[in-house]
Protein backbone atom coordinates (compact mmCIF):
# COMPACT_ATOMS: atom_id res chain seq x y z
CA UNK A 1 0.00 0.00 0.00
CA UNK A 2 1.93 2.59 -1.57
CA UNK A 3 -0.25 4.98 -3.76
CA UNK A 4 1.32 4.21 -6.76
CA UNK A 5 2.18 0.74 -8.90
CA UNK A 6 6.16 0.03 -8.90
CA UNK A 7 7.33 -3.58 -10.36
CA UNK A 8 10.40 -4.26 -7.52
CA UNK A 9 11.98 -7.92 -6.76
CA UNK A 10 12.06 -9.12 -3.07
CA UNK A 11 12.31 -12.26 -1.56
CA UNK A 12 9.20 -14.24 -2.36
CA UNK A 13 8.36 -17.42 -3.64
CA UNK A 14 4.72 -18.42 -5.69
CA UNK A 15 2.63 -21.17 -5.59
CA UNK A 16 1.73 -21.61 -9.02
CA UNK A 17 -1.55 -23.53 -7.75
CA UNK A 18 -2.66 -23.25 -11.46
CA UNK A 19 -6.63 -22.67 -12.13
CA UNK A 20 -6.65 -24.17 -15.62
CA UNK A 21 -4.53 -26.58 -17.14
CA UNK A 22 -4.60 -27.28 -21.54
CA UNK A 23 -2.12 -29.24 -23.38
CA UNK A 24 -0.07 -28.68 -26.23
CA UNK A 25 1.52 -31.27 -28.77
CA UNK A 26 5.09 -29.93 -30.40
CA UNK A 27 7.31 -32.13 -31.97
CA UNK A 28 6.36 -35.18 -30.25
CA UNK A 29 6.18 -33.71 -26.61
CA UNK A 30 3.21 -33.10 -24.89
CA UNK A 31 3.27 -29.72 -22.73
CA UNK A 32 1.21 -28.34 -20.21
CA UNK A 33 0.08 -24.67 -20.23
CA UNK A 34 -0.99 -23.27 -16.68
CA UNK A 35 -2.86 -20.34 -15.50
CA UNK A 36 -1.11 -19.86 -12.02
CA UNK A 37 -4.31 -18.22 -10.29
CA UNK A 38 -3.29 -18.98 -6.36
CA UNK A 39 -6.14 -19.70 -4.03
CA UNK A 40 -6.27 -19.57 -0.31
CA UNK A 41 -8.06 -22.77 1.50
CA UNK A 42 -10.19 -20.86 4.17
CA UNK A 43 -12.39 -23.47 5.90
CA UNK A 44 -14.92 -23.41 9.42
CA UNK A 45 -11.79 -24.05 11.40
CA UNK A 46 -8.89 -23.76 9.30
CA UNK A 47 -7.61 -20.72 7.32
CA UNK A 48 -3.58 -20.69 5.82
CA UNK A 49 -4.11 -17.39 4.98
CA UNK A 50 -2.12 -14.01 6.70
CA UNK A 51 -0.78 -11.19 5.50
CA UNK A 52 2.79 -10.84 5.80
CA UNK A 53 2.84 -8.30 8.62
CA UNK A 54 0.64 -10.94 10.79
CA UNK A 55 3.79 -13.75 11.40
CA UNK A 56 7.11 -13.12 12.59
CA UNK A 57 10.26 -13.46 10.08
CA UNK A 58 13.43 -15.18 10.98
CA UNK A 59 15.76 -12.87 11.39
CA UNK A 60 18.42 -14.46 9.92
CA UNK A 61 16.77 -15.60 6.84
CA UNK A 62 15.25 -11.77 6.72
CA UNK A 63 17.71 -9.51 8.58
CA UNK A 64 15.83 -6.19 6.61
CA UNK A 65 12.34 -8.04 8.53
CA UNK A 66 11.31 -4.91 9.66
CA UNK A 67 11.75 -2.84 6.27
CA UNK A 68 9.68 -5.80 4.69
CA UNK A 69 7.04 -6.02 6.84
CA UNK A 70 6.06 -2.25 6.45
CA UNK A 71 2.82 -1.68 4.50
CA UNK A 72 4.01 -0.09 1.52
CA UNK A 73 6.31 -3.01 0.98
CA UNK A 74 5.29 -6.57 1.39
CA UNK A 75 3.15 -6.03 4.74
CA UNK A 76 0.20 -6.92 3.17
CA UNK A 77 1.59 -9.35 0.99
CA UNK A 78 -1.19 -12.58 0.92
CA UNK A 79 1.34 -15.89 2.40
CA UNK A 80 0.43 -19.08 3.30
CA UNK A 81 1.35 -20.24 6.70
CA UNK A 82 1.38 -23.98 5.41
CA UNK A 83 4.97 -22.96 4.25
CA UNK A 84 8.34 -21.25 4.79
CA UNK A 85 8.63 -22.10 8.39
CA UNK A 86 11.14 -24.82 7.74
CA UNK A 87 12.30 -25.58 11.17
CA UNK A 88 8.80 -25.32 12.81
CA UNK A 89 9.56 -22.56 15.49
CA UNK A 90 6.83 -20.21 15.02
CA UNK A 91 9.32 -17.94 12.61
CA UNK A 92 9.35 -18.22 8.67
CA UNK A 93 12.31 -18.73 7.08
CA UNK A 94 10.51 -18.68 3.53
CA UNK A 95 7.82 -16.42 2.39
CA UNK A 96 5.34 -18.09 -0.15
CA UNK A 97 2.60 -15.98 -1.64
CA UNK A 98 -0.71 -17.58 -3.22
CA UNK A 99 -0.35 -18.19 -7.17
CA UNK A 100 2.79 -16.58 -9.32
CA UNK A 101 1.17 -13.81 -10.99
CA UNK A 102 2.01 -15.64 -14.72
CA UNK A 103 0.82 -18.83 -16.80
CA UNK A 104 3.36 -21.51 -17.38
CA UNK A 105 4.72 -24.23 -19.51
CA UNK A 106 6.06 -27.54 -18.35
CA UNK A 107 7.10 -30.53 -20.08
CA UNK A 108 4.15 -33.02 -19.23
CA UNK A 109 6.26 -35.87 -18.91
CA UNK A 110 9.23 -34.46 -17.04
CA UNK A 111 7.06 -31.80 -14.82
CA UNK A 112 10.10 -29.56 -15.43
CA UNK A 113 8.72 -25.93 -16.68
CA UNK A 114 10.26 -24.83 -19.90
CA UNK A 115 8.87 -21.40 -19.76
CA UNK A 116 7.30 -18.91 -17.32
CA UNK A 117 5.58 -15.12 -18.36
CA UNK A 118 7.18 -13.67 -14.79
CA UNK A 119 5.43 -10.49 -14.38
CA UNK A 120 4.79 -9.35 -17.97
CA UNK A 121 0.82 -10.08 -17.58
CA UNK A 122 1.09 -7.35 -14.22
CA UNK A 123 3.35 -5.17 -16.41
CA UNK A 124 1.11 -5.01 -19.95
CA UNK A 125 -2.08 -4.62 -18.02
CA UNK A 126 -0.69 -1.42 -15.83
CA UNK A 127 0.76 -0.14 -19.37
CA UNK A 128 -2.90 -0.97 -20.70
CA UNK A 129 -4.27 0.63 -17.42
CA UNK A 130 -6.09 -2.14 -16.38
CA UNK A 131 -4.01 -2.93 -13.28
CA UNK A 132 -5.92 -3.08 -10.37
CA UNK A 133 -3.22 -1.88 -7.76
CA UNK A 134 -5.70 -2.73 -5.18
CA UNK A 135 -4.82 -6.84 -5.80
CA UNK A 136 -0.98 -6.08 -5.46
CA UNK A 137 -1.34 -7.87 -2.15
CA UNK A 138 -3.26 -10.68 -3.57
CA UNK A 139 -2.64 -12.52 -6.98
CA UNK A 140 -2.35 -9.41 -9.45
CA UNK A 141 -3.44 -9.27 -12.08
CA UNK A 142 -4.70 -12.69 -11.33
CA UNK A 143 -4.53 -15.40 -14.37
CA UNK A 144 -7.58 -17.40 -14.17
CA UNK A 145 -8.58 -18.82 -17.38
CA UNK A 146 -6.05 -20.52 -20.76
CA UNK A 147 -7.15 -21.75 -24.02
CA UNK A 148 -5.08 -22.96 -26.75
CA UNK A 149 -6.80 -22.17 -30.62
CA UNK A 150 -5.29 -22.05 -33.92
CA UNK A 151 -4.86 -19.25 -36.33
CA UNK A 152 -3.37 -19.85 -39.74
CA UNK A 153 -0.24 -21.48 -38.98
CA UNK A 154 0.31 -20.22 -35.83
CA UNK A 155 -1.28 -21.95 -32.45
CA UNK A 156 -2.12 -19.08 -29.70
CA UNK A 157 -2.89 -19.64 -26.11
CA UNK A 158 -5.16 -16.67 -24.07
CA UNK A 159 -5.22 -16.21 -20.53
CA UNK A 160 -8.03 -14.68 -19.01
CA UNK A 161 -7.04 -12.18 -16.01
CA UNK A 162 -10.24 -11.81 -13.68
CA UNK A 163 -8.84 -9.26 -11.95
CA UNK A 164 -7.54 -7.24 -14.54
CA UNK A 165 -10.95 -7.78 -16.65
CA UNK A 166 -8.60 -8.61 -19.97
CA UNK A 167 -7.16 -11.59 -21.53
CA UNK A 168 -3.64 -11.65 -23.25
CA UNK A 169 -3.03 -13.69 -26.41
CA UNK A 170 0.34 -15.07 -26.91
CA UNK A 171 1.36 -17.12 -29.95
CA UNK A 172 2.92 -20.60 -28.46
CA UNK A 173 3.46 -22.19 -31.84
CA UNK A 174 6.96 -23.07 -30.52
CA UNK A 175 5.54 -23.37 -26.54
CA UNK A 176 9.90 -23.08 -25.90
CA UNK A 177 9.49 -19.68 -26.79
CA UNK A 178 5.82 -18.21 -26.52
CA UNK A 179 5.68 -14.65 -27.95
CA UNK A 180 3.22 -12.00 -26.19
CA UNK A 181 0.92 -10.65 -28.86
CA UNK A 182 -1.55 -8.27 -27.73
CA UNK A 183 -3.87 -7.27 -24.18
CA UNK A 184 -7.63 -6.54 -24.55
CA UNK A 185 -10.12 -5.44 -21.69
CA UNK A 186 -13.04 -7.66 -21.23
CA UNK A 187 -16.00 -7.35 -18.72
CA UNK A 188 -15.96 -7.86 -15.00
CA UNK A 189 -13.70 -10.50 -13.83
CA UNK A 190 -13.48 -12.89 -16.93
CA UNK A 191 -13.80 -16.49 -15.45
CA UNK A 192 -14.29 -18.39 -19.02
CA UNK A 193 -12.29 -18.23 -22.34
CA UNK A 194 -13.39 -20.50 -25.40
CA UNK A 195 -11.93 -20.78 -29.14
CA UNK A 196 -13.83 -20.96 -31.72
CA UNK A 197 -12.43 -22.06 -34.97
CA UNK A 198 -12.75 -20.60 -38.40
CA UNK A 199 -14.18 -23.47 -39.63
CA UNK A 200 -16.67 -23.87 -37.01
CA UNK A 201 -17.15 -19.81 -36.73
CA UNK A 202 -20.68 -18.72 -38.57
CA UNK A 203 -18.80 -15.77 -39.72
CA UNK A 204 -16.04 -18.06 -40.94
CA UNK A 205 -13.37 -16.27 -38.69
CA UNK A 206 -11.79 -17.44 -35.77
CA UNK A 207 -13.35 -15.83 -32.75
CA UNK A 208 -12.61 -15.63 -29.18
CA UNK A 209 -15.59 -15.87 -26.25
CA UNK A 210 -15.52 -15.01 -22.57
CA UNK A 211 -17.62 -14.97 -19.92
CA UNK A 212 -17.26 -12.73 -16.79
CA UNK A 213 -18.74 -13.68 -13.52
CA UNK A 214 -18.93 -10.32 -12.03
CA UNK A 215 -21.42 -8.54 -14.38
CA UNK A 216 -22.58 -11.24 -16.12
CA UNK A 217 -21.74 -10.60 -19.75
CA UNK A 218 -20.60 -12.70 -22.53
CA UNK A 219 -18.62 -11.04 -24.98
CA UNK A 220 -17.21 -12.15 -28.51
CA UNK A 221 -14.62 -11.03 -30.13
CA UNK A 222 -13.40 -10.83 -33.60
CA UNK A 223 -9.85 -9.74 -35.79
CA UNK A 224 -9.99 -7.25 -37.21
CA UNK A 225 -8.67 -8.22 -40.74
CA UNK A 226 -5.90 -6.45 -42.31
Known sequence: RDSKVSFSTYPVFGVYMPDAIVNLRFNGKTYLLTANEGDAREYTGFSEIKRLNQVLLDPTAFPNAAALRAD??????NITTTLGDKDKDGDFEEIYS???RSFSIWDASTGVQVWDSKDQLDREA???GLYDDARSDDKGAEPEAVTLGRVGSKTIAI???ERADAFAIYDVTNPLQPVFVKMYKTGDAPEGVLFIPASKSPIQQSLI???SEN???IKIYK????
Not at 72 to 77: A, I, Q, T
Not at 223 to 226: E, M
Request: charged share 10%; no cysteine.
Open 72 to 77: PVLGRL
Open 98 to 100: LGS
Open 126 to 128: FTL
Open 159 to 161: IGL
Open 209 to 211: VVS
Open 215 to 217: DGF
Open 223 to 226: ANKQ
